[in-house]
């Protein structure tokens, strides 16, 4: 697939078929609005996950992750 043909799919259509495929194991974190540019203020956010994982298996995943950020902080 070329990274043109993602072109022709919504974020939304995107993140339904990674969470409809049961080989993904994972969270999808998503802006709840749509956005290009530059991060500006306050933005909402939603969790996608499938039937891989219960909400604290993802609860854990998450905690796993932003502890890594916390020990790794990126660089700018």
């Keep these: 697939m070329q990274s043109s043909d993602l072109d022709f799919y919504?974020?939304?259509e995107l993140i339904d078929e990674l969470v409809?495929?049961?080989t993904f194991l994972g969270v999808v974190v998503h802006s709840e609005a749509e956005w290009r540019?530059?991060?500006a203020g306050e933005r909402m956010f939603k969790v996608r996950?499938?039937?891989?994982?219960d909400a604290?298996?993802?609860?854990?995943?998450l905690g796993a992750v932003a502890e890594y950020m916390d020990l790794n902080?990126?660089?700018e």
Aim: aromatic letters at 8%.
């Design 20 to 22: 409809r495929r049961q």
């Design 10 to 12: 919504t974020t939304q």
């Design 73 to 75: 902080p990126a660089e």
């Design 56 to 61: 604290y298996q993802a609860s854990r995943l």
């Design 37 to 39: 540019g530059e991060w």
């Design 49 to 53: 996950l499938n039937s891989n994982l």
